[in-house]
């Protein structure tokens, strides 16, 4: 079965301090995996796209990375506007569906 | 453009009563697709449109109906709500499929007592 799995479940930050999130994956023949930031309240908004290990993409403070069995979405000096849960998904079940990790609630504290 | 929009926002319904939930989207995507969001499970597809007049089941259809009732609009329905279907929905289009950026609209939140 295929699995995302997101790490750590929560993290608070000070602003200014960097850190990385994890998204690990079990699944057959990866086509992509995405990157998605959520505020409270609101639908998941797409950040990033990744279709091949070794590939990175970057957006301000955020750059995303991808291996084999992760992906990491390092955050560079976060301000507190930052603060949001992050979610990773990957295509699976036959590419006809979207498998979404349970995400990471990022708090940046200022 | 307003991109995916979901009514209503908010909704609390009685065990037992019906209701649709309304999406549409204007970036003439043609896969569309509606998930639900409980704590600790994350988004979970519920039924997807692959195209104009196709639908299918997703990971968790039971106590839900769909219709996709033109490119722009995909409709959820709970034809009898229970308890256990409280729960955030959020709705998606896409391009394509699953290898295609899916966009999100703004969610419903729904509590049936």
């Known amino acids: 079965e295929d699995q995302v799995t997101q790490s750590p479940e929560a993290l608070r930050l000070q602003e200014g301090e960097s850190s990385s999130l994890n998204c690990s994956y079990t699944?057959?023949?990866?086509?992509?995996l995405f990157w998605y930031r959520q505020d409270p309240g609101k639908g998941p908004e797409f950040l990033f796209t990744l279709y091949s290990a070794g590939e990175e993409k970057e957006k301000e403070r955020l750059k995303a990375t991808l291996t084999k069995k992760e992906s990491f979405l390092h955050i560079t000096a976060p301000k507190p506007e930052d603060s949001a849960t992050y979610l990773c998904?990957?295509?699976?079940?036959?590419?006809?569906?979207?498998?979404f990790g349970t995400g990471t609630k990022l708090q940046v504290i200022p | 453009n307003a991109g995916v929009t979901q009514t209503p926002k908010f909704q609390v319904l009685k065990t037992g009563q019906s209701m649709t939930l309304q999406c549409a989207q204007d970036m003439n995507h043609n896969s569309m697709y509606w998930y639900r969001q409980d704590p600790g499970m994350g988004l979970r597809l519920i039924y997807y449109?692959?195209?104009?007049?196709?639908?299918d089941k997703g990971e968790v259809p039971n106590g839900y109906n769909v219709s996709r009732l033109n490119k722009r609009e995909f409709s959820l329905r709970l034809e009898s709500a229970a308890p256990s279907q409280t729960s955030v929905y959020f709705c998606?289009?896409?391009?394509?499929?699953?290898?295609?950026?899916?966009?999100f609209g703004p969610g419903t939140r729904l509590t049936v007592l």
């Open positions: 998606a289009s896409s391009e394509g499929l699953a290898g295609a950026t899916q966009y």
């Open positions: 699944v057959s023949g990866l086509r992509g």
């Open positions: 998904a990957v295509p699976s079940g036959g590419y006809q569906k979207v498998t």
């Open positions: 449109s692959a195209s104009e007049g196709t639908t």
